[in-house]
Every structure is written in structure tokens, then in C-alpha cells.
């Protein structure tokens, strides 16, 4: 399997692309294409993240191409098993699933105002209400998951899973924009951001050496 992905330190779809893979336990070259790059134009119309119309991230297995960083993590585990990704228990799958689903649709002033940047740490960052009003669903979201199935682990369902994917991105916004929350939601962010698979992440977007402008201020 190939999976296309873009820069680590900007790209917070790519990043929930990479860790479903990775959650999956199949092995997979990993290619970066830079975002808004010198071949940015080429590649969308002609390199392998054509046939998303130049969005990323995109999984090839073989003739089979997957884009949409919830179409591959969906695709990944019916390949390898849906417990892999999701809680076992029905209430507990059905919340998960709802909050993935919501984190992949929603939020977009978070979204707008805070872009990911893993290298950068912003002072003095004042969200507008509306971006306050959808940190504080994320954190009612991330409460609520924890009190009433986190009990088996630090993560969102107590074991690092589906949910935990796609807020990853979260917890390096709210890092990076020095984002005040309560103590809970400090353990499960340093859960997140300590996991290997995210150490990892973080390495590799430290040492990249693409920087894009306008994501390197505070808008």
C-alpha cells in the first residue's frame, strides 16, 4: 500500500490518514507531496493525487485508490477488522462513531482560526466566540467519552481508537494556540501527543523544511 500524504507540520487531514494506517498494523510506503509546492500543480493534475482533485491524504492498495482521511480509515478496517478502530461495545461505538463523524463535518471556525502547525506556538491568541463555542462542544464531546467509557486506558474510549485518530489534530491546535482547558482534557492531550505513533509525527514535521507563510501567523 502507498499512502500520499502532505506536509506533516500543516496537513491535519494527512495526519488522521497516517494514523489510521498505522492503527491498522498493515505496512505502507508513505509519500509526501508539499503542500502548494513548485510541482503542487502537476501533481494534482497528473501525479497520484489526481484522482481526489489534488486533496490528500490518498491510499493506493494495488488497483484501489481511497481519498478522504474517513473513506481510508473506514477501508483500513474492513480490511483488518472494525474492533481494531472502534469500540466493541454498541454505545459506546455508537458515540464514537457520531463524534468522528462530527469532527470530520463540523468545526469549522476551529478549523478556520487555527490551522495546524506542529512547530509553532502562538501567545496572546484570542479565538472569536464562535471558535470558543466549538472548542467548548470539543470539550464537552472529550468529557463525556472519557467519564462514561475511558476507564481502560487515557484515550477517548480508554484504548487508542477511531475517535482518537481524528481528534489528534485538535490536540496540536489546541497546543499550538495555547488553547486553556481543564485538567482532564490535559492528561488526554498528553496521552495523544506522547503516543509513539504522534513522537513520531512531530519528529518528522520538525525537521521538514517546507514552511507556507500563511500559516505561520495568527490571522
Not at 495526519?15 to 498494523?25: D, N, P, T, Y
Not at 488497483?63 to 461495545?89: H, N, T
Not at 459506546?92 to 476551529?110: D, Y
Request: glycine letters at 8%; hydrophobic letters at 45%.
Amino acid at each position: 500500500m502507498k499512502l500520499v500524504i502532505g506536509n506533516k507540520n500543516y496537513s491535519s487531514w494527512s495526519l488522521r490518514g497516517w494514523l489510521a494506517a498505522k492503527q491498522s498494523g498493515l505496512s505502507f510506503e508513505e509519500i509526501i507531496v508539499p503542500l502548494f509546492g513548485e510541482n503542487w500543480e502537476a501533481d494534482r493534475n497528473d501525479g497520484q493525487i489526481r484522482p481526489s482533485s489534488g486533496k490528500v491524504p490518498l491510499l493506493w492498495d494495488g488497483e484501489v485508490v481511497v481519498w478522504d482521511s474517513l473513506a481510508i480509515m473506514e477501508y483500513l478496517a474492513d480490511k483488518v477488522g472494525r474492533d481494531r478502530f472502534w469500540p466493541k461495545d454498541d454505545t459506546a461505538r455508537g458515540m464514537a462513531r457520531s463524534m468522528v463523524a462530527e469532527m470530520h463535518s463540523s468545526f469549522a471556525n476551529l478549523r478556520g482560526e487555527c490551522p495546524m502547525n506542529v512547530r509553532k506556538r502562538f501567545d496572546g491568541f484570542e479565538p472569536s466566540e464562535a471558535c470558543k463555542a466549538d472548542i467548548l462542544r470539543i470539550l464537552g464531546l472529550w468529557a463525556e467519552a472519557r467519564s462514561r467509557f475511558g476507564s481502560g486506558g487515557p484515550f477517548l474510549f480508554g484504548t487508542f481508537g477511531a475517535a482518537d485518530v481524528f481528534f489528534a489534530p485538535v490536540v496540536s491546535r489546541f497546543i499550538t494556540y495555547q488553547i486553556p482547558v481543564p485538567g482532564f482534557a490535559i492528561s488526554y492531550m498528553e496521552a495523544v501527543w506522547e503516543h509513539e505513533w504522534m513522537q513520531a509525527w512531530i519528529n518528522a514535521a520538525e525537521d521538514e523544511e517546507w514552511v507556507i507563510e500563511q500559516y505561520e501567523t495568527v490571522g
